[in-house]
């Protein structure tokens, strides 16, 4: 498997910022795509991050929300806009290389909103 | 729609085997992933099955039964470190917004006692 990287690996954010996490993989990977998971849960998609081209986004989350960038087959980073104290939660950026390959997970970014 | 159960909490004893279950109900099936999660790290995967039957890995094993919607992860010669969220994972073609994400189930968390 290919290395994958995020970062940050956490932070402390106020409320009503935004917040970039970018997600490196250290070769070309066709699909990539956003977790988040919510203390204590399971793991939810939020997007899945389409090389030059808009993410396609999972019902109950939203472009204007969480922005999804993906300039080229190796990187990409989501953005967690206007953060309110809901909005906590690790945050996983993962890859696959084909529709049969394994899904695998970054570090993950863990974030707290005051 | 789509729904993956497996049991909340296990409790197992160092040196002993374990099974846990996964039922899923999924619109379509392109196969099913365990991975394994310790508190406060990513995912990082164990298994994958796409055709009936059982797939072996060290210790680790997982069977799968698609006419039944079933899987199992197997765990042989439990250690202390095994003590872990185990997560079930079907990936469904025909499910979400983009198409070949996985949908996850809430995870069973697994403590190993000595």
């Known amino acids: 498997s290919a290395v994958i990287s995020q970062k940050p690996s956490r932070d402390i954010c106020q409320r009503g910022t935004s917040l970039t996490i970018q997600c490196q993989v250290d070769?070309?990977?066709?699909?990539m795509f956003w977790y988040r998971q919510q203390p204590g849960q399971s793991l939810t998609l939020i997007a899945t991050?389409?090389?030059?081209?808009?993410?396609?986004?999972e019902s109950g989350f939203v472009i204007d929300k969480f922005p999804i960038s993906r300039p080229n087959l190796t990187f990409s980073t989501l953005t967690v806009s206007n953060m309110s104290p809901e909005d906590s939660s690790i945050y996983l950026c993962?890859?696959?290389?084909?529709?049969?390959?394994?899904?695998?997970f970054g570090p993950g970014t863990r974030l707290t909103v005051l | 729609g789509q729904n993956i159960d497996q049991p909340t909490e296990m409790t197992a004893t160092e040196g002993a085997i374990v099974q846990i279950n996964c039922t899923y109900q999924?619109?379509?099936?392109?196969?099913l992933f365990w991975y394994q999660q310790h508190a406060g790290e990513a995912p990082t995967f164990l298994s994958y099955?796409?055709?009936?039957g059982l797939e072996e890995k060290g210790r680790f094993s997982s069977f799968l039964s698609r006419s039944k919607g079933y899987s199992y992860l197997l765990l042989k010669e439990l250690q202390m470190k095994d003590s872990a969220s185990y997560l079930c994972?079907?990936?469904?073609?025909?499910?979400?917004?983009?198409?070949?994400?996985?949908?996850f189930g809430k995870g069973t968390k697994l403590s190993v006692i000595p």
């Open positions: 991050a389409n090389q030059g081209s808009e993410a396609t986004y």
């Open positions: 994972a079907v990936r469904d073609p025909y499910s979400g917004a983009g198409s070949y994400q996985l949908t």
């Open positions: 999924t619109s379509g099936f392109n196969g």
């Open positions: 099955n796409v055709l009936d």
């Open positions: 070769s070309q990977v066709t699909m």
């Open positions: 993962s890859y696959c290389r084909s529709r049969a390959d394994t899904q695998y």
